[in-house]
Structure formats: C-alpha cells, structure tokens
Nanobody, 122 residues
C-alpha cells in the first residue's frame, strides 16, 4: 500500500502562487495514476488534476491554464504548481493514488494523503 504525505499548503493573496508536493512511499508512483483533489468547507471533494503512469494529464475546467501537475519518479514525488490563485481555490488539497495505467478525474482512488490547506484571500 502506498503512503502519501502532502506539503506546501499555506495562505496566499489572490493572484499568487503555491506549489504543493506529495511524497510517496511504499510503492513507485511511476506505476500508478496519481492526482490532486480538493474539498472546500460544506462542499464535496472534487478532482483537480491527475497524471497517469504514461504521463498523460487531465485537469478540471476550473484550473486549466492556471495549475500544472507533474511528477518526479526518481524522487517518488507528485507536484501541483498553482498560479493565478483565486479565492475559490481555497480548500483542503489531497493527494491520491490508484493502480492501473489509465485514470481520469472520475476514477476511484484508493490511497489518500492527510491533506494540506490552501487559503487564498481576495
């Protein structure tokens, strides 16, 4: 079972940037679909971005052009570069993983990190 630990969250003003990291252990993320999800207070958890084992990416429409997902297989770490942040990006961000060569934002992920809070003030 892969273990995931997020970091990099914080408070930033609108228009700013943050980079989230997700350190994986117990399994190589090069063989997994991995992604970022977020949940704002009182709302359901939504998919933000995913990257599959071949490096193909998918993004939620709300973050296209502003966020970029990437991974460093050698470091076994997943990243989310977030630019032009908006107040509506405020949420707890979670890293997740699942097996298989292909996945998308609606796939069921079965390994989750504890989350890192992102707060964007307007």
């Amino acid at each position: 079972q892969v273990q995931l630990v997020e970091s990099g969250g914080g408070s930033v003003q609108a228009g700013g940037s943050l980079r989230l990291s997700c350190a994986a252990s117990g399994y190589s993320i090069s063989r997994l679909c991995v992604g970022w999800f977020r949940q704002a207070p009182g709302k359901e958890r939504d998919g933000v971005a995913i990257i599959d084992s071949a490096g193909r990416t998918r993004y939620a429409d709300s973050v296209k052009g502003r966020f970029a997902i990437s991974k460093d297989n050698a470091k076994n770490t997943l990243y989310l570069q977030m630019n032009s942040l908006k107040a509506e990006d405020t949420a707890m961000y979670y890293c997740a993983a699942r097996g298989g060569n292909y996945c998308d934002l609606s796939s069921v992920f079965n390994a989750w990190g504890q989350g890192t809070q992102v707060t964007v003030s307007s």
